[in-house]
């Protein structure tokens, strides 16, 4: 086992919600790609961050554009995300969208959207660190999908409230 393998094992134990990140290029095409390095960063001014890999093709768009949409799925829609994550194929062509009053894609029936302003590039090895403040957020009541090993599904019925 190399280091690489260990770290990429250690990662599958930590499993996590399923998001697409959204913006528009330089033409206002929607682009988007499916991420699960979201996190939260700061409360006080409202900051979250995801990375985007150096061989993504969209990355030229989101450090081109200004602001980006997180949308986080609902527990419904892990067609979503392989849609995004697959290539060579007409994303926002096959999926329900529609532009925010702020002019972001925001993807239809999710279960959250913070749309931000970038504030901040970082490069890390092989990604791009961006954070965004977050200036609006909708929120439903819908359930999110989560990811874990590569699969991706809903909260099990045996899921325990901390006390
Ligand atoms: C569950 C899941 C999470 C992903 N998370 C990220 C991520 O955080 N950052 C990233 O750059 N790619 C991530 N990817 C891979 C991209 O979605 C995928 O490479 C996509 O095709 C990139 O789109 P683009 O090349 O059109 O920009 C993820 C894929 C999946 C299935």
Request: include cysteine; glycine fraction near 4%.
């Given at each position: 086992?190399?280091?690489?393998d260990?770290?990429?094992?250690?990662?599958?134990?930590?499993?996590?919600?399923?998001?697409?990140?959204?913006?528009?290029?330089?033409?206002?095409n929607?682009?988007g790609?499916?991420?699960?390095?979201f996190?939260?960063?700061?409360?006080?001014?409202?900051?979250?961050?995801?990375?985007?890999?150096?061989?993504?093709?969209?990355?030229?768009?989101?450090?081109?554009?200004?602001?980006?949409?997180?949308?986080?799925?609902?527990?419904?829609?892990?067609?979503?995300?392989?849609?995004f994550?697959?290539?060579?194929?007409?994303?926002?062509?096959?999926?329900?969208?529609?532009?925010?009053?702020?002019?972001?894609?925001?993807?239809?029936?999710?279960?959250?959207?913070?749309e931000?302003?970038?504030?901040?590039?970082?490069?890390?090895?092989?990604?791009?660190?961006?954070?965004?403040?977050?200036?609006?957020?909708?929120?439903?009541?819908?359930?999110?999908?989560?990811?874990?090993?590569?699969?991706?599904?809903?909260?099990?019925k045996?899921?325990?409230?901390?006390?």
């Amino acid at each position: 086992m190399t280091q690489q393998d260990d770290f990429k094992k250690a990662l599958g134990n930590y499993p996590t919600g399923v998001t697409v990140v959204t913006t528009f290029d330089k033409e206002n095409n929607p682009v988007g790609l499916t991420v699960n390095s979201f996190a939260s960063v700061s409360l006080d001014p409202l900051l979250i961050l995801w990375s985007i890999d150096k061989r993504a093709k969209s990355l030229s768009d989101f450090t081109y554009s200004k602001k980006f949409a997180v949308n986080i799925l609902a527990s419904d829609q892990d067609k979503l995300c392989f849609l995004f994550s697959s290539k060579e194929i007409d994303r926002f062509g096959q999926c329900e969208w529609k532009r925010s009053d702020d002019d972001l894609p925001i993807l239809e029936n999710v279960a959250s959207v913070l749309e931000c302003e970038k504030v901040q590039e970082i490069e890390a090895g092989d990604h791009i660190i961006l954070i965004g403040q977050v200036y609006k957020v909708v929120n439903t009541d819908k359930a999110p999908l989560l990811y874990h090993k590569r699969n991706v599904g809903r909260i099990p019925k045996t899921f325990y409230q901390i006390i």
